[in-house]
């Protein structure tokens, strides 16, 4: 069992930036990928970002591609989110989650959730 906490988010203005960190308790690198999703409100979860186990695989949704940069650091277990040129649709409640096998961007293949960090983008 893998616990995953996020934290990083807030209240930023547009144009700004977060970082969002994930910190596993146990071995990253034991997981097949390390993704980002997010949630706003009324909507259904959608995937933003994802990390192969070594890390030079790389995936993004096509919303925040150019904007967003994930990495990792094995040896720390932990997952980040780089995220620049923040846009009010970028409000939600962010997840960080771990996967054992599948498609980057299938949420339901990942196996274990953070219990999610809240960003919200607004003047």
């Known amino acids: 069992q893998v616990q995953l906490v996020e934290s990083g988010g807030g209240l930023v203005q547009p144009g700004g930036s977060l970082r969002l960190s994930c910190a596993a308790s146990?071995?990253?690198?034991?997981?097949?990928?390390m993704g980002w999703f997010r949630q706003a409100p009324g909507k259904e979860r959608e995937f933003v970002a994802g990390s192969s186990r070594s890390g030079s695989g790389k995936y993004y949704s096509d919303s925040v591609k150019g904007r967003f940069t994930i990495s990792r650091d094995n040896a720390k277990n932990t997952v980040y989110l780089q995220m620049n040129s923040l846009k009010a649709e970028d409000t939600a409640v962010y997840y960080c989650?771990?996967?054992?096998?599948?498609?980057?961007?299938?949420?339901?293949?990942?196996?274990?959730w953070g219990q999610g960090t809240q960003v919200t983008v607004s003047s």
């Open positions: 989650a771990a996967q054992n096998t599948g498609y980057y961007s299938d949420g339901p293949t990942y196996k274990y």
């Open positions: 146990g071995s990253i690198f034991t997981f097949n990928a």
